[in-house]
C-alpha cells in the first residue's frame, strides 16, 4: 500500500529560525514529489515539485530534498517569517494520482 | 499554465438536498480528473477518478451512489453530493492531469470547494 507520512505533526518556533519538515513514502516507484502550502480555509499552494530523476529544488527560502532509494523527502525553510505559519503538505505522485501525507502545521511566532 | 477552475468556493445547503460542484480545466483537455475530499485537521483523500466518457472508480469506503461524478467532457467533471447530511460538510477539491510530450505528467488543483451541510 501506498502510504505517505509526515513528521512532525506540528511544529512552532520562533521567528528567524531554520526548520526541517521530514516526508516518507513507502513505495519508491514515484513519478514526483511535490510540496504544497495549504492555509486555513484555502485551497492548496504548489511550493516545490521534484522529479523521481532529481535530488533537489530550490525557491527563495524552500528547499526540498529527495531520496527516493530510502522513501524520504525533506522540505527546509530558512529564516522563518510569521507570514510561513500554515499547514504544509507533502504529496507523491505514482502515475497519475497523488498520495498525500497529514501534513505539518507549522506556526511561527513573531 | 494551465488552470483549473472549480466551483462553487463555498455552498451551504440543507441536510437532505443534493448539490453539484464542477470542475473545468480552463485551458486544456484533461481526459482525467480526481476529486478528493478533506475534513477539518486532516489531510486530503482521493475519493474517486474520473474519466472522459466512462464511469469513474471509486476509492475503497466512498459509496458511488451518494458522490455521483460526471465526467461528460473533456474539460468538465461535475461531484454531486446527494442527499447530504451533516457528515458529508468537508473540503473537496478536484484535480486534473494534463499529459503530454512537453508536460510530462502534470497535476493542477482547482480552488477547492467548501460544503457545509446544515
Known amino acids: 500500500k501506498q502510504e505517505v507520512t509526515q513528521i512532525p505533526a506540528a511544529l512552532s518556533v520562533p521567528e528567524g529560525e531554520n526548520l526541517v519538515l521530514n516526508c516518507s513514502f513507502t513505495?519508491?516507484?514515484?513519478?514526483?514529489l511535490q510540496w504544497f502550502r495549504q492555509d486555513p480555509g484555502k485551497g492548496l499552494t504548489s511550493l516545490l515539485l521534484?522529479?523521481?530523476?532529481?535530488r533537489e529544488q530550490t525557491s527563495g527560502r524552500l528547499n526540498a530534498s529527495l531520496d527516493k532509494s530510502s522513501g524520504r523527502s525533506t522540505l527546509y525553510i530558512a529564516a522563518s517569517q510569521p507570514g510561513d505559519s500554515a499547514t504544509y503538505l507533502c504529496?507523491?505522485?505514482?502515475?497519475?494520482?497523488?498520495?498525500f501525507g497529514a501534513g505539518t502545521i507549522l506556526r511561527v511566532k513573531s | 499554465g494551465a488552470v483549473v477552475s472549480q466551483h462553487p468556493s463555498w455552498v451551504i445547503c440543507k441536510s437532505g438536498t443534493s448539490v453539484k460542484i464542477e470542475c473545468r480545466s480552463l485551458?486544456?483537455?484533461?481526459?482525467?480528473m480526481f476529486w478528493y475530499r478533506q475534513f477539518p485537521k486532516q489531510s486530503l483523500m482521493l475519493m474517486a477518478t474520473?474519466?472522459?466518457?466512462?464511469?469513474?472508480?471509486?476509492e475503497q469506503g466512498v459509496e458511488k451512489d451518494k458522490f455521483l461524478i460526471n465526467h461528460a467532457s473533456l474539460t468538465l467533471s461535475t461531484l454531486t453530493v446527494t442527499s447530504a447530511h451533516p457528515e458529508d460538510s468537508s473540503f473537496y477539491i478536484c484535480?486534473?492531469?494534463?499529459?503530454?510530450?512537453?508536460?510530462?505528467?502534470?497535476?493542477?488543483f482547482g480552488e477547492g470547494s467548501w460544503l457545509t451541510v446544515v
Open positions: 484535480s486534473a492531469s494534463l499529459t503530454g510530450r512537453y508536460s510530462g505528467n502534470t497535476i493542477y
Open positions: 474520473s474519466n472522459e466518457g466512462s464511469k469513474a472508480t471509486y
Open positions: 504529496a507523491v505522485q505514482y502515475g497519475n494520482k497523488l498520495v
Open positions: 521534484i522529479q523521481s530523476s532529481q
Open positions: 513505495d519508491s516507484a514515484i513519478y514526483n
Open positions: 485551458d486544456f483537455q484533461a481526459t482525467t
